[in-house]
């Protein structure tokens, strides 16, 4: 085995993380490699990773589908307009592989325009100057590289209670593809992927019941925001039974026979599906970390600094395989940073402006710290907060659910988190992390004109609010 191809960067996962700093990399004019061994279900290499094969998108495909059909079945009437609907699963499934397929090919086109090469087959390191890559083939290839960017993304974390069967015991993968709609279906995890996928599911008209360990709903959101979302998930029908621990899940022919325990008593309940979505790890174990001397931690999380350096100079790693939060647009900023280091540049990521999103409906999306984390540090804070019933967009829009929370410092007013859950959440706070990001004041927020009639002008009542001047409420 000779080394064969030689390249400044080669990044190990083709996923937001890697196929970013790919694109970057060689942006910058590095001879860039980027090995990626992902086959779709329909046995096509594929690029993009968790996030646009199993993740992120097909997830708001089916969310975005499932969101038509309910507002078709319960809301519309309210706009006078009569509806019949039905479903039809196969083709709402067949919508988001299409659009899978889409934006797959997509980032093959921009690696084309951009001369990244994408060599498909998985990489092991032999030394830190080189991997091994073996093709679905099993054939192998050594390829060199000055730069290693490791982007190997993660996996989700099994239960040993409950073990994936593909068939009525399915992980997040399997949920974003069952081929009909289950009567009944238990979620074990109440967290991101479990409010998610259990919302498609019920709007669909699954009986869902969510089996959650702790006794705590969302508990790094704010206190408000978990307690506001678990009365309305609850609402809407979601089953959620916090402080229940699954003993075991056994499939048979036609139903799982799931048996937990809540509050001292033992339960057993049947359903025609288990979904488990429990978190995720690190998918670091078959890199050859061993070979170049990097170390991971407990959970598999390969130890970086604030630069994504690991402990071996000309290795990198980024997203889901190191630490912070797992989310996509997380991952691509550090292959951005690590490009950009690479060449030379300043780069710097504040982590306390990584905005979150969960995609249920309402919204929930969040930027900067919440108050028991403020409370914990014994920062003297002030907030405030506009209820989305005192919108006017939001009455005209019929979705006058939740609220803004800005939450600013007592002594200086500059805005230390910002907390909505509502409508279009995920947009809104798009300005908050602007307005975090410039070290923006809860007053420049108030001072900002916002339009009318909009719900960003909940953010601007909300920035008002905080020195008790809010005009709607
Ligand atoms: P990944 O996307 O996991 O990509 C890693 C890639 O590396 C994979 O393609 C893998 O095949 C490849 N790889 C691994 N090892 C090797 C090897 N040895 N050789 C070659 N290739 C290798 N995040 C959000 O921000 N917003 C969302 O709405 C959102 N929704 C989600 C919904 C679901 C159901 C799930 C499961 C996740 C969701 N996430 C979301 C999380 C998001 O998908 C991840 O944070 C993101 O994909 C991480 O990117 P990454 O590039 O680090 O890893
Ligand atoms: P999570 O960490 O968000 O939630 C897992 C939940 O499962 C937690 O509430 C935990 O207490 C619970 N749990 C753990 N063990 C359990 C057990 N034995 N029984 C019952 N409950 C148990 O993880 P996830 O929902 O699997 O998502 C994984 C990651 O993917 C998240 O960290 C998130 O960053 C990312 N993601 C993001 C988005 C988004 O940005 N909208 C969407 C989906 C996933």
Same mark, same amino acid.
């Given at each position: ?79 006078? !307009? ?67 960017? #490791? ?116 339960? !057993? ?32 999380? #390969? ?60 919204? #929930? ?55 909505? !859950? ?48 809010? !005009?709607?409420?």
């Amino acid at each position: 085995m000779v080394a064969k191809k030689t390249y400044d960067v080669l990044i190990i996962g083709g996923g937001p993380a890697g196929y970013v700093a790919a694109i970057r990399c060689a942006q910058l004019g590095f001879n860039t490699g980027c090995v990626e061994r992902w086959v779709s279900d329909k046995k096509k290499p594929a690029l993009g990773g968790t996030c646009l094969n199993v993740g992120c998108i097909p997830s708001k495909a089916l969310l975005d589908s499932s969101h038509h059909f309910e507002f078709l079945q319960k809301e519309c009437g309210a706009h006078g !307009i009569e509806a019949e609907a039905t479903i039809d699963v196969a083709k709402m499934m067949a919508r988001k592989d299409k659009i899978v397929s889409g934006l797959t090919q997509g980032i093959a086109g921009l690696f084309k325009k951009n001369k990244v090469d994408w060599l498909q087959g998985s990489a092991c390191f032999k030394d830190p100057k080189t991997v091994v890559v073996t093709n679905t083939s099993g054939q192998e290839d050594e390829v060199g590289a000055s730069h290693f960017i #490791i982007a190997s993304g993660s996996v989700p974390i099994e239960l040993g209670s409950a073990k994936i069967d593909s068939g009525h015991i399915v992980d997040s993968s399997g949920a974003l593809s069952l081929k009909e709609i289950p009567k009944r279906a238990c979620v074990i995890g109440a967290g991101v992927i479990g409010l998610e996928l259990g919302s498609v599911w019920r709007r669909l008209g699954t009986d869902v019941t969510v089996l959650e360990a702790s006794p705590n709903f969302l508990p790094t959101t704010d206190l408000s925001i978990s307690k506001e979302a678990l009365k309305i998930f609850k609402r809407q029908g979601l089953d959620i039974k916090l402080g229940a621990k699954v003993l075991s899940a056994g499939s048979h022919e036609k139903h799982v026979e799931v048996k937990y325990q809540i509050a001292e008593s033992e339960k !057993i309940e049947n359903f025609d599906k288990v979904i488990v979505a429990v978190g995720r790890r690190a998918n670091t174990s078959d890199l050859g970390l061993d070979k170049v001397a990097i170390s991971t931690d407990e959970r598999g999380f #390969i130890k970086v600094d604030d630069l994504c350096r690991t402990s071996v100079e000309n290795i990198y790693a980024i997203g889901d395989c190191v630490r912070g939060p797992m989310l996509a647009h997380k991952a691509s900023e550090e292959g951005v940073s690590v490009a950009e280091h690479l060449a030379g540049q300043k780069s710097h990521i504040d982590f306390n402006n990584v905005p979150w999103v969960i995609y249920t409906w309402p919204e #929930i999306a969040w930027v900067g710290k919440n108050e028991q984390q403020l409370t914990q540090e014994s920062r003297a804070f002030k907030s405030g907060v506009f209820p989305f019933l005192a919108s006017g967009r939001a009455h005209a829009m019929g979705d006058n659910q939740g609220f803004v929370k800005v939450i600013a410092d007592a002594n200086t007013d500059s805005i230390l988190g910002v907390h909505i !859950i509502g409508a279009n959440a995920s947009e809104l706070i798009a300005e908050a992390v602007l307005a975090m990001e410039f070290g923006a004041s809860a007053e420049d927020l108030a001072r900002t004109i916002h339009g009318h009639p909009t719900l960003s002008e909940s953010l601007h009542e909300a920035a008002l609010a905080v020195d008790s001047r809010a !005009i709607h409420f």
